[in-house]
Nanobody, 122 residues
Framework: VQLQASGGGLVQAGVSLRLSCAAS????????MGWFRQAPGKEREFVAA????????YGADSVKGRFTISRDNAKNTVYLQMNSLKPEDTAVYFC????????????????WGQGTLVTVSS
């Protein structure tokens, strides 16, 4: 199983980015996909997850209304649309996969991607 995250970069506050995570080696439609992030010196934080059936869970209040998770089962890809980015969104963003139901806890996910760095300057 491979999860390949992409789309990160250095941006100014207020702009948008879309992260992608392409999965291979698994039956994608049966897996819940999650996005987590880890800022320098901080613990990993749950951002959002989407069930195999499309149900969504969002994490911190700070991302609600700005971030949107979606999936395209035909492309085996999950996305994280991030709008109105803030400096505090700076982190390495990881995608993760677990069968069926989405969970908030990272320990519940079996497969992890390598992460993509998002840096938001003020």
């Amino acid at each position: 199983v491979q999860l390949q995250a992409s789309g990160g970069g250095l941006v100014q506050a207020g702009v948008s980015l879309r992260l992608s995570c392409a999965a291979s080696g698994l039956t994608f439609r049966r897996y819940a996909m999650g996005w987590f992030r880890q800022a320098p010196g901080k613990e990993r934080e749950f951002v959002a997850a989407i069930n195999w059936n499309g149900e969504i869970i969002y994490g911190a209040d700070s991302v609600k209304g700005r971030f949107t998770i979606s999936r395209d089962n035909a492309k085996n890809t999950v996305y994280l649309q991030m709008n109105s980015l803030k400096p505090e969104d700076t982190a390495v963003y990881f995608c993760a996969a677990r069968m069926y139901g989405a969970e908030v806890a990272g320990d519940e996910y079996k497969y992890w991607g390598q992460g993509t760095l998002v840096t938001v300057s003020s």
